[in-house]
T-cell receptor, first 116, second 111 residues
Framework: GAVVSQHPSWVICKSGTSVKIECRSL??????MFWYRQFPKKSLMLMAT?????????EQGVEKDKFLINHASLTLSTLTVTSAHPEDSSFYIC????????????FGPGTRLTVL | TQLLEQSPQFLSIQEGENLTVYCNSS?????LQWYRQEPGEGPVLLVT?????EVKKLKRLTFQFGDARKDSSLHITAAQPGDTGLYLC???????????FGGGTRLMVKP
């Protein structure tokens, strides 16, 4: 149980284009979903927290107009990197919690974004 | 802001050796999770500890939560090459809606 998927797992795009990443909880309803960014050999950096049907809460320093988050249902959240630039290249990971366990978050496999 | 200091940042050992990873904070956490991550994949939850002084064992891995719920340790006995990876500790806040991650410990176990 507690499986989270992400799509795509790998994307390469040209500078200026927008990229959408999907995060789905496959076997449970996710009350809250989180989006993280991870640089090579570094720990996870929380970008934003989203609850179904409400606006995402962004961490300090994360541009909400740059990283659009939509949490339309209890099983799906999307992160759109708008007008991507090479500095946005990174490993993006989502996680989800069903709210029933002690802060336990179940992570997706990640999406590697490369902006040329 | 709650911070978690994880040490060591990097550890390279031979197969069969023991090791301990530490996670320390000045803040109290309601729970403490340990995750393991392999390159190109998401973190996988290993254990959750919630009670001060709690000790949990998972085969060769022993996890301990400090009495004051401010620190935790992960001890691996007789490490194997398959243990290689990035180990992350994460503390949960009282509201139950956020995890604070440590900086990670990159473990390499050589055969």
């Amino acid at each position: 149980g507690a499986v989270v998927s992400q799509h795509p797992s790998w994307v390469i795009c040209k500078s200026g284009t927008s990229v959408k990443i999907e995060c789905r909880s496959l076997d449970f309803q996710a009350t809250t979903m989180f989006w993280y960014r991870q640089f090579p050999k570094k720990s996870l950096m929380l970008m934003a927290t989203s609850n179904e049907g409400s606006k995402a809460t962004y961490e300090q320093g994360v541009e909400k107009d740059k990283f659009l988050i939509n949490h339309a249902s209890l099983t799906l959240s999307t992160l759109t990197v708008t007008s991507a630039h090479p500095e946005d290249s990174s490993f993006y990971i989502c996680s989800a919690t069903d709210g029933s366990s002690y802060n336990e978050q179940f992570f997706g496999p990640g999406t590697r974004l490369t902006v040329l | 802001t709650q911070l978690l200091e994880q040490s060591p940042q990097f550890l390279s050992i031979q197969e069969g050796e023991n090791l301990t990873v530490y996670c320390n904070s000045s803040s109290v956490f309601s729970s403490l999770q340990w995750y393991r991550q392999e390159p190109g994949e998401g973190p996988v939850l290993l254990v959750t500890v919630v009670t001060g002084g709690e000790v949990k064992k998972l085969k060769r891995l022993t996890f301990q939560f400090g009495d004051a719920r401010k620190d935790s340790s992960l001890h691996i006995t007789a490490a194997q090459p398959g243990d290689t990876g990035l180990y992350l500790c994460a503390g949960g806040n009282n509201a139950g809606n956020m995890l604070t991650f440590g900086g990670g410990t990159r473990l390499m176990v050589k055969p």
